[in-house]
């Protein structure tokens, strides 16, 4: 079967949806591939987190005193598999490269003017996707188990401060008044408090699928396989035949590196897996309110809909299909039993998902550098829930050659296809 569509859209998660959504608002014929299984999507299973806050990168100065911890596999945050590392040679290197103060304000400074377009984007979304009930204004939390953990975050307090980002800093007894769901005596907490959060992101992506479809996108359920340059543009193939497009947009999540690999694109990038679990409160529990990250354990626990508590893991780099490793989840729920009064697990076996990741922290959204015609949007990592939607509007004003309503020079893709500068 082939058709023949203005732009193709690869991937159907936050990021794609939001893409193909934008250009059917700009009157393009879109076609969106995508395997269609929700649960296979990052997007189906995060933590639902919008925050103006996130515009600090995993990679911080702060990285070289928890090294020793990381390469023993002893933080609980990350867990990296050994076997997998000579796969993310270039990427390591620039994560090591980009963990120094300068880079990290640098990174900071790019990133805000997204995640602060980030809350109206979604709120815009919602009211169209018709989810407005699901986003929710409610801050989230970082608590601190020690004086000594939140003062060795001082760094990110200043950053967030410089930027204007409003928080709140809570001592035990004002965490245990704002948030009364949770038991353990944290010593501080800082609340966030311009951040949201969607209850059950799954939900948002399936609408969105409907708004696209009712926009008179068409989506193409399968995989992709590869993709040429042919005279007016592109060629796409997938399981059931090809498109013809005289544009593309590049947005498959964590399989994006791999699918530009064949036209010569070897980006500097990897997978960041990342789990779930559902659990009912204690009925004589409080509710959870909003997310809450917990620093000392490395992991989130967040509300969702019907009453559940989802507890999302850490970082584990590995190979994108690789088993699953329920180290890090089983540890996190173990964790997140004496946060709150759990019940019991609600779900057989653990999610798992992966954080589209880059290693400065900053996504891929640009014109590719060698070939007209082909966008990237993807390698959002920690953030692409909360940035997908704005950044489907900018993918938009790249298609239609209109300049980008967030500045994305810091986000260009060239910076990910060399080894890193040092200076
Ligand atoms: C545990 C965890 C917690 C998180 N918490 C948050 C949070 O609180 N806030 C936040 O903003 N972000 C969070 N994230 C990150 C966020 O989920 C991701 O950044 C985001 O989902 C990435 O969206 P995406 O559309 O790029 O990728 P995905 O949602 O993974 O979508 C990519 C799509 O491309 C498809 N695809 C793959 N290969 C092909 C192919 N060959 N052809 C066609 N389609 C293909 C896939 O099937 C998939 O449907 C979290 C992630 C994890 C793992």
Redesign the pocket.
């Known amino acids: 079967m082939d058709e023949t569509a203005d732009i193709v859209v ?8 939001a893409c193909g959504i934008a250009l059917r608002d700009r009157g393009l014929d879109v076609v969106l ?5 929700a649960r ?12 103006r806050g ?1 515009i600090l990168p995993m990679s911080s100065p702060a990285l070289w005193g928890k090294l020793p911890a990381y390469l023993r596999n002893a933080d609980r945050g990350l867990r990296l598999n050994y076997a997998h590392l000579p796969r993310i040679i270039p990427y390591t290197a620039h994560f090591l490269a980009s963990a120094r103060a300068s880079r990290w304000r640098r990174a900071a400074e790019a990133l805000l003017p997204l995640t602060s377009a ?1 809350y109206p984007a979604h709120e815009r979304l919602a009211a169209r996707a018709g989810t407005s009930e699901r986003l929710q204004r409610t801050g989230w939390l970082k608590a601190y188990r020690t004086e000594a953990a939140f003062a060795a975050a001082a760094l990110e307090r200043e950053i967030l401060s410089e930027h204007g980002v409003a928080f709140e800093i809570l001592d035990t007894a004002g965490l245990r008044e704002t948030e009364p769901a949770l038991v353990r005596p944290y010593a501080r907490a800082m609340l966030l408090t311009e951040t949201g ?1 969607v209850r059950e ?1 799954g939900r948002l ?1 399936e609408a969105c699928e409907a708004l696209f479809s009712g926009l008179g996108g068409r989506r193409l359920r ?4 590869r993709l040429w340059q042919e005279a007016g543009g592109w060629r796409v193939a ?1 399981e059931a035949g090809t498109v013809r497009a005289r544009q593309i947009v590049l ?6 590196g ?2 530009a690999r064949p036209l010569g694109y070897r980006f500097a990038v990897a997978a ?5 679990r559902h659990y009912a409160l204690h009925p004589g529990s409080p509710p959870l309110t909003r ?1 809450v990250l917990d620093t000392g354990a490395g992991s ?1 626990i ?1 509300p969702m809909g019907d009453h559940r508590i989802r507890v ?3 970082v584990e780099l590995n190979a994108r299909h690789a088993a699953p490793d329920h180290t890090q989840i089983e540890a996190a729920c173990r964790e997140a039993a004496g946060t709150l009064r759990l019940g019991g697990p609600l779900d057989n076996a653990p999610w798992l ?4 990741s880059t290693p400065d922290g900053m996504p891929v959204i640009g014109r590719a550098p060698r070939h007209e015609g082909l966008l990237f ?12 939607p704005i950044t489907g509007e900018i993918v938009a004003d790249l298609a239609t050659d209109r300049p980008p309503r967030v500045p994305v020079a810091a986000f260009a893709p060239d910076r990910l296809l060399r080894w890193p500068r040092l200076v």
């Open positions: 690869i991937g159907g998660g936050m990021v794609g949806l591939c995508d395997p269609g299984e296979a999507r990052t997007s189906y299973g995060n933590a639902g987190v919008v925050s996130s980030a959060s992101p992506i399968g995989s992709v396989g997938h947005a498959a999540g964590a399989a994006s791999a699918i960041e897996r990342g789990y779930h997310p989130i967040a999302l893991s850490g998902g992966a954080r589209p949007a993807f390698g959002h990592g920690h953030i692409g829930l909360s940035t997908g």
